[in-house]
């Protein structure tokens, strides 16, 4: 089903938000740090380079086998001694055993979070905000490239970075997406950077670090637990954080752990895996996902949005470069309207890296909102003979002559 363009254009901001999560208390972060030393720089630099509001970093350095690891933790506290609290674990005591000793120290609702991530310029604001503003909210997680069910360009499954793009780049056209009340719930959250409410912790308890010690699955049982007790988890769909994969259970047992974890949790939770199949299968992540591609096609590049209203659905080549003097066939912020008389419906159509966008128009006033969200400048008429065969496209086609849209 083709979805009218509103619905995209519901989506889509003129200009990101500025306004920054106001909290009495810094939010608190916590890392387990178990080897993985080649991660650590990025991760720590994204932190305090990208962090916008006030914060803390509870570190566990969970008795790394790596000898580099502990020096190179006691410098980044030594550096940041106010923003820092680090405790040592001499004896490895397991992922989610760390987790649970920083839940112990944190003043505030809080994150936490894996080493093998990076997070952009302005994250924990948006990260955070819908748990300050919604006390029914258990646990936020935002999109990224390994998230499974909430992966980005395409889902379930890890990506590499779209279109192989820096994630400052990637998660500034995120910014543009329209999330303020698209508090979307979520089977589980995802631990690589989750956000977490402490009252909800509170109240339903700690991670269980007895079943899921070594970590995998601890995070998908305390959502599960949390939705139990009425609470919700849902996705940050206007941020981007990547999540390389691997630092933080370097082991030669993972494999065995993780497939052990998994059968605990869904013995534990009969109704696990029928939710993530539901939420699979119905895939209410879809038109976010089609706009994400659609924003970091014109956003990524600072490309200039070219409209071609015209009978035929691929735009005559020659016609456009002689126009824009570009190869259209590259030009990912080429937009075509065109009408389609077996569904007798017009169509605005977007193609990017293999992925199409198809919108169904149904009056001159929504392409009009289209143009002037998107700030579309260049617009280029050809034959639209096919728009007088209906009632429906002519009226449409007469429309935007009558706004100056078409000649």
Same mark, same amino acid.
């Given at each position: 089903?083709?979805?009218?363009?509103?619905?995209?254009?519901?989506?889509?901001?003129?200009?990101?938000?500025?306004?920054?999560?106001? *909290? &009495?208390? +810094?939010?608190?972060? =916590? @890392?387990?740090?178990?080897?993985?030393? !080649?991660?650590?720089?990025?991760? #720590?630099?994204?932190?305090?380079?990208? *962090? &916008?509001? +006030?914060?803390?970093? =509870? @570190?566990?350095?969970?008795?790394?086998? !790596?000898?580099?690891?502990?020096? #190179?933790?006691?410098?980044?506290?030594?550096?940041?001694?106010?923003?820092?609290?680090? @405790?040592?674990?001499?004896?490895?005591?397991?992922?989610?055993?760390?987790?649970?000793?920083?839940?112990?120290?944190?003043?505030?609702?809080?994150?936490?979070?894996?080493?093998?991530?990076?997070?952009?310029?302005?994250?924990?604001?948006?990260?955070?905000?819908?748990?300050?503003?919604?006390?029914?909210?258990?646990?936020?997680?935002?999109?990224?490239?390994?998230?499974?069910?909430?992966?980005?360009?395409?889902?379930?499954?890890?990506?590499?970075?779209?279109?192989?793009?820096?994630?400052?780049?990637?998660?500034?056209?995120?910014?543009?997406?329209?999330?303020?009340?698209?508090?979307?719930?979520?089977?589980?959250?995802?631990?690589?950077?989750?956000?977490?409410?402490?009252?909800?912790?509170?109240?339903?308890?700690?991670?269980?670090?007895?079943?899921?010690?070594?970590?995998?699955?601890?995070?998908?049982?305390?959502?599960?637990?949390?939705?139990?007790?009425?609470?919700?988890?849902?996705?940050?769909?206007?941020?981007?954080?990547?999540?390389?994969?691997?630092?933080?259970?370097?082991?030669?047992?993972?494999?065995?752990?993780?497939?052990?974890?998994?059968?605990?949790?869904?013995?534990?939770?009969?109704?696990?895996?029928?939710?993530?199949?539901?939420?699979?299968?119905?895939?209410?992540?879809?038109?976010?996902?089609?706009?994400?591609?659609?924003?970091?096609?014109?956003?990524?590049?600072?490309?200039?949005?070219?409209?071609?209203?015209?009978?035929?659905?691929?735009?005559?080549?020659?016609?456009?470069?002689?126009?824009?003097?570009?190869?259209?066939?590259?030009?990912?912020?080429?937009?075509?309207?065109?009408?389609?008389?077996?569904?007798?419906?017009?169509?605005?159509?977007?193609?990017?890296?293999?992925?199409?966008?198809?919108?169904?128009?149904?009056?001159?006033?929504?392409?009009?909102?289209?143009?002037?969200?998107?700030?579309?400048?260049?617009?280029?008429?050809?034959?639209?003979?096919?728009?007088?065969?209906?009632?429906?496209?002519?009226?449409?086609?007469?429309?935007?002559?009558?706004?100056?849209?078409?000649?």
């Amino acid at each position: 089903r083709i979805s009218p363009i509103d619905e995209y254009l519901s989506l889509i901001r003129k200009a990101p938000p500025k306004e920054l999560l106001a *909290t &009495e208390k +810094p939010i608190d972060i =916590i @890392i387990p740090v178990y080897n993985g030393f !080649d991660f650590l720089d990025n991760l #720590f630099k994204s932190i305090f380079t990208g *962090t &916008e509001i +006030p914060f803390r970093l =509870i @570190i566990i350095e969970d008795g790394s086998s !790596d000898e580099r690891v502990r020096p #190179f933790i006691e410098a980044v506290c030594g550096n940041h001694p106010e923003k820092t609290i680090l @405790i040592q674990q001499p004896v490895n005591k397991g992922f989610v055993n760390s987790i649970n000793t920083g839940i112990q120290h944190v003043e505030n609702h809080f994150v936490i979070m894996n080493t093998d991530i990076e997070v952009p310029p302005g994250w924990l604001s948006r990260l955070m905000k819908p748990i300050f503003q919604d006390e029914t909210i258990a646990s936020t997680t935002p999109f990224s490239n390994a998230a499974d069910i909430i992966s980005f360009p395409e889902y379930p499954q890890n990506n590499p970075l779209y279109k192989g793009l820096p994630v400052e780049t990637l998660d500034k056209c995120f910014q543009y997406l329209h999330a303020d009340d698209k508090h979307i719930e979520i089977p589980t959250g995802v631990g690589f950077c989750m956000g977490m409410n402490k009252t909800v912790v509170d109240r339903i308890g700690l991670f269980d670090a007895v079943l899921f010690q070594n970590g995998y699955c601890e995070e998908n049982d305390w959502c599960m637990r949390a939705g139990k007790a009425g609470y919700r988890n849902i996705i940050v769909p206007n941020l981007f954080v990547y999540h390389k994969q691997g630092g933080s259970f370097l082991s030669a047992g993972k494999k065995k752990g993780m497939e052990q974890n998994y059968w605990r949790l869904v013995n534990r939770h009969k109704e696990y895996l029928p939710s993530i199949f539901e939420f699979t299968v119905k895939d209410p992540l879809r038109k976010i996902r089609q706009t994400l591609k659609l924003l970091v096609a014109l956003k990524a590049g600072n490309k200039r949005p070219i409209l071609f209203i015209g009978d035929a659905k691929e735009p005559d080549t020659a016609f456009m470069d002689g126009n824009t003097g570009q190869d259209v066939q590259t030009v990912d912020a080429t937009f075509r309207l065109y009408y389609n008389p077996e569904a007798d419906r017009v169509v605005l159509q977007h193609a990017s890296a293999g992925s199409l966008l198809e919108m169904e128009v149904p009056d001159g006033g929504s392409i009009k909102r289209w143009i002037d969200r998107l700030d579309i400048q260049q617009i280029i008429s050809g034959e639209t003979q096919r728009f007088y065969t209906s009632v429906r496209s002519k009226n449409l086609i007469t429309a935007l002559q009558d706004m100056g849209i078409v000649k």
